[in-house]
């Protein structure tokens, strides 16, 4: 009779093991596009975290702190009637966030209701629709923004359209 010995058994690999594993890989086969999600993945951070890490209430005076230069106590600053512009900067990118979040979303949203209506219904529709995406193509972007603009009115939700 002969005895076998069982092999030891070893652990899966945690969950973070195998993301760090995955990120390290993604990161090697394209260090661009994982450099630019990191710096992404921060800007996202900084957004939420607004409250938490402004130096400074964004909408705050201080008049003896009227247009200074960069120093120890203002990082980027203050602006003409003294307020931190770091602290601006940071809140800042709560109110871009949200206006890039927005954007694509109705983006998104209403292009694919649109071709899924121009495949459903086709015929002429499709042809009308075609021509209708044609003409709004041919305006440069910052005329046609500038129309919309002017026709919706002002606001953050004018901006995301």
Known sequence: MTATVAAPATAPPSRLRVALR??????????????????AALIVVMAV???????YPPLKSDFRAMQKPPDEKHWFGTDQIGRDTLSRVIYGSQTSLTVALGAVLFGTTVGALWGLACGYFGGRFDMVSQRIIEFL?????????MTIA????????TVTV
């Open 22 to 39: 995955t990120f390290g890989s993604f990161f090697r086969r394209a260090p661009f596009s994982a450099f630019w999600g990191v710096v």
């Open 49 to 55: 975290a607004a409250p938490v890490i402004a130096p």
């Open 137 to 145: 193509q041919s305006f440069p972007d910052l005329i046609l923004a």
């Open 150 to 157: 002017m026709a919706l009115g002002g606001g953050l939700a």
